[in-house]
């Protein structure tokens, strides 16, 4: 065995992984529903070409996913059980050292996508002993065995010329030695003349070989001499009515009743000693445990049954016995050291769980996960619980949603008063009526994943709720930050939760319980996605590399322009199904064209028709008077109003109320030459030749630097790598602040016409190449660290020169104003590309801190001006700057 995985004693199956390119399952031994929910597996596999998945595919219907999977009767457990006796019988299996290639039959075949890598296929022939010159396991420890085995994917029928070595199946055994095959069905061969004397374990004869041979699937066997055979201990094969299998009760709940049981096992034992090993353990509400009717007891031989793995060890004698005085609860048999005719024993205790009750117990049946007969609610206003969960030996309860839980109590049955938990939250996050959220453990079992669930009397009896509600967030509403669209998801009255959803596709989203919390941050404790694409919502913990999200890969089928979300609270499953219709929407779009014009016509000529018949005045004309007189209501007219107040309502508004800023960054500014600061990483220097350009900015500077004649230019530009700057006015270095630490960047000058360079040369820059002036991402470390150096630089620009405009172009320079601060500068915003912002985490304390410190940027400030949702973004820095000093104006795309 060298190889023992998690649960493969028990046939496990179901898969959990999220990933296609590493596969894993990792099910529970004790009960679970989780593993059920999700057992349907929809990933492909990039590691194994054409994935013969099938189970796995099919999990979430087998209800025998959720039960125990401590079945000492399980057909592979019996299996792996005897493979551990042969290594107790045999030492060499267990500790012998030589292993040894006798002889094979195989040849290469190359299967679809291996990549021309050759897989070895066919039959093999090998030893494991004892290495004799320095072992001596004794008697039976010394004893050579003989594997055959193969790895063919079908029954194959080998024959064999045991004249010729090279197409011989070479035994361990001498000629004519019958062996015997240690696993079920202990097959027999007499070995024939070989074509080679091997001399294992001194011996002067030719080994055996066999001329014929048939192996089912994958199938292997290990063959010692006949006399030397030890068969398998008794074991249990099977137990009915199953391992943890729950049954409906028959009676009521407070009555007992009967239940027939099986035992089968591998041999043919002492009816009587089977009967005395067992014993029995109960979990239920009256505390009684079952006996067993000594006179329903009998036992029989049976024909072996058909077995369905290599070594399978069948059932061949069957012990039958009637329970009496089976209450509802979970029900523990014990079988102790049973003893067949021959006083072999099998040489363990071995525990089977049987489960019995109504069905309304959720500790029986996972489907009873609700009941309108849970919650109920006296006068004064007080809540108590009447359970139905006969089997359980503690509960706990919550009445916020799991938010939190009371303290494990006793189960005790019954009414059980309970408290209200406190809980506080937003207006939108409180739900409808009391509900409850009870959770019970079994001893037996070893689970507390027994949940039900119930709602007061105040709620609707015909609607299940197991959410107090739910909100879709996702990038088309900044997962809830866009509080203006409508996330809500609605529980209709069929119980099913719907939201329609219409975006550009792909889209994905997320499923958020409590929406957004107090602090005005989505909440985190309850996010449900679809990370493996099986239509089950998953709820990982933000420690999961996994993303959380359903995502929607495929557009409404036609005619259809939205997907409505169906959601099934009780198992998590959800389904997408086309919504709307694009000829209804095309029809309204035209009316909503069409019917306005009409309309205004019609209202139009009513008016006309109304208001401009001219009619004769025969009786003559008569001035009408008024309550009140001209000469007050002309005080009112604009001409009366005072040259030095605003004629424009929205202008007075604006300069009594705080709307405009106080100090404007355009303030003090005189009429003369204008002085332009520009900073980019794409320039031209023609009188050196120098070009560093690769897009649209490049083109765009190129074209400023020419047009631009008017102006005097401050041009700010990096020294990248692999190009000769010639060496001109040398400046003072500048100094910046990263991490705490200091670092300098030389500075030259260079005057061309009306443009003045300030050449920054440092390693931070010169890392950089022509090809890629730019760093190759915008969210690590290094390029925090090059963006930090340039805005400071840019700013010590704005303090040596005099400038009138600062002209940002991107968000790469866009953070730079904040440094110069509380002074203020004029700035506009040029956007050659908006997709691209310049963004880094600040999802927790430890990386607010840690941008702040690269950028040598007060937390303050960033909050106040860079900040965006959980982001250090540059170029909302930009906009920032351009709202709060400039009324919002400066910016071009």
């Avoid at 194994?48 to 457990?77: K, N």
């Avoid at 939201?499 to 929406?515: C, D, I, S, T």
Wanted: glycine share 6%; proline share 5%.
């Amino acid at each position: 065995i060298p190889l023992l995985l998690w649960g493969e004693e028990q046939a496990f199956y179901i898969l959990d992984a999220s990933a296609a390119n590493y596969i894993y399952g990792r099910q529970a031994m004790s009960p679970a529903t989780a593993w059920k929910n999700h057992g349907c597996f929809q990933l492909n596999s990039t590691q194994y070409f054409q994935w013969p998945i099938q189970s796995g595919r099919l999990g979430c219907h087998d209800e025998t996913v959720s039960y125990d999977h401590r079945d000492p009767a399980h057909p592979l457990r019996n299996i792996i059980k005897h493979m551990y006796q042969m290594r107790q019988d045999y030492g060499s299996l267990n500790d012998g050292w030589w292993l040894q290639l006798l002889s094979n039959q195989t040849h290469n075949i190359y299967l679809p996508g291996s990549d021309g890598v050759p897989t070895e296929t066919g039959i093999w022939s090998v030893l494991r002993s004892p290495y004799h010159q320095m072992q001596d396991l004794g008697e039976m420890g010394n004893q050579t065995v003989w594997f055959v085995y193969h790895n063919d994917n079908k029954t194959v029928d080998y024959e064999f010329d045991c004249s010729d070595l090279t197409s011989a199946i070479v035994a361990a055994f001498d000629t004519n030695t019958t062996v015997k095959n240690l696993f079920y069905p202990h097959d027999e061969l007499i070995l024939k003349d070989g074509p080679i004397k091997l001399g294992l374990n001194g011996s002067e004869k030719y080994n055996g070989c066999v001329d014929m041979i048939s192996l089912a699937p994958y199938e292997f066997r290990a063959y010692i001499p006949k006399d030397k055979f030890i068969p398998p201990r008794p074991m249990i094969t099977k137990f009915l009515p199953g391992h943890d299998v729950p049954l409906l009760s028959s009676v009521a709940p407070d009555e007992s009743e009967s239940l027939d049981i099986e035992l089968f096992f591998s041999t043919e034992m002492n009816c009587s000693m089977v009967t005395d090993s067992i014993s029995l353990e109960s979990t239920t509400e009256s505390g009684v445990v079952p006996s067993l009717d000594l006179d329903s007891v009998s036992c029989e031989t049976m024909l072996p049954e058909t077995t369905s793995w290599t070594g399978h060890i069948p059932s061949t004698w069957a012990w039958k016995a009637t329970l009496t005085g089976v209450y509802n609860g979970v029900h523990k048999l014990t079988v102790k050291n049973a003893t067949s005719v021959d006083g072999k024993a099998t040489n363990a205790v071995d525990h089977f769980l049987f489960r019995i009750g109504q069905h309304d117990n959720p500790i029986i049946f996972t489907s009873a996960n609700y009941s309108r007969s849970l919650l109920h609610e006296k006068e004064d206003g007080s809540l108590f619980i009447t359970q139905h969960a006969a089997g359980a030996d503690k509960y706990r309860y919550s009445t916020n949603w799991g938010s939190s839980f009371s303290e494990w109590l006793p189960y005790k049955g019954g009414n059980q008063t309970i408290q209200e938990l406190l809980w506080s939250g937003t207006a939108k996050q409180k739900w409808e009526g009391k509900h409850v959220k009870v959770e019970y453990w079994s001893r037996l079992t070893g689970s507390s994943d027994y949940v039900q669930e119930g709602d007061g009397v105040h709620w609707n009896p015909d609607v299940q709720r197991r959410f107090p509600h739910l909100f879709f967030n996702g990038p088309f509403n900044k997962y809830g930050f866009d509080a203006g669209l409508d996330n809500v998801v609605r529980q209709d009255s069929d119980g099913i939760w719907k939201f329609r959803f219409m975006a550009e596709w792909p889209a994905q989203g997320q499923l958020n319980v409590w929406g957004m919390n107090p602090d005005n941050q989505p909440d985190q404790s309850y996010i449900y996605g679809d990370s493996n694409g099986d239509s089950v919502l998953d709820r990982l913990p933000p420690s999961s590399l996994s993303v959380t999200s359903i995502n929607i890969t495929d557009h409404p089928p036609n005619p259809h322009l939205a997907w409505k979300l169906h959601l099934d609270d009780s198992n998590l499953q959800f389904k997408l199904v086309p919504a709307g219709s694009k000829y209804v929407q095309t029809a309204l779009f035209f009316l909503l064209w069409i019917v306005p014009v009409i309309t205004s016509c019609i209202c139009a000529f009513m008016f006309m028709k109304t208001f401009y018949r001219i009619k004769f005045n025969q009786l003559g004309v008569s001035e009408k008077r008024a309550l009140v007189s001209t000469a007050f209501i002309n005080k009112f007219k604009p001409g009366h109003i005072d040259d030095a107040q605003s004629k424009n309502p929205l202008a007075r508004f604006a300069n009594k109320s705080s709307f405009l800023q106080s100090s404007s960054a355009f303030e003090n500014r005189t009429a003369h030459r204008r002085k332009v600061l520009i900073a980019t990483m794409e320039y031209e220097i023609d009188d050196w030749a120098i070009k560093i350009k690769i897009g649209g900015l490049g083109v765009m500077a190129q074209l400023m630097g020419k047009q631009l004649g008017h102006e005097d230019l401050i041009w700010v530009i990096p020294c990248v790598g692999g190009v000769a700057y010639p060496l001109d006015k040398q400046a003072q270095s500048m100094f910046v602040m990263i991490l705490g630490n200091s670092y300098e960047i030389k500075v030259q000058y260079h005057q061309m016409r009306n443009i003045t360079y300030v050449l920054l040369d440092a390693p931070v820059f010169r890392q950089q190449s022509i090809l890629e002036p730019y760093p190759a991402r915008m969210d690590d470390m290094d390029s925090a660290i090059y963006y930090s150096a340039w805005n400071q630089c840019i700013a010590q620009t704005m303090k040596r020169f005099p400038i009138d405009l600062y002209h940002v172009n991107d968000y790469h320079g866009a953070v730079a104003p904040l440094y110069i601060l509380p002074e203020t500068i004029p700035i506009c915003l040029s956007l050659h590309n908006a997709e691209f912002q310049g963004l880094w985490p600040m999802r927790t304390q430890k990386e607010k801190t840690e941008v702040c410190s690269v950028f040598n940027l007060d937390l303050d400030i960033v909050t106040r001006y860079v900040q965006f949702g959980e982001v250090f973004n540059l170029l909302h820095a930009g906009a920032s700057y351009l709202r709060l000093h400039q009324q919002g104006f400066g910016a071009v795309g």
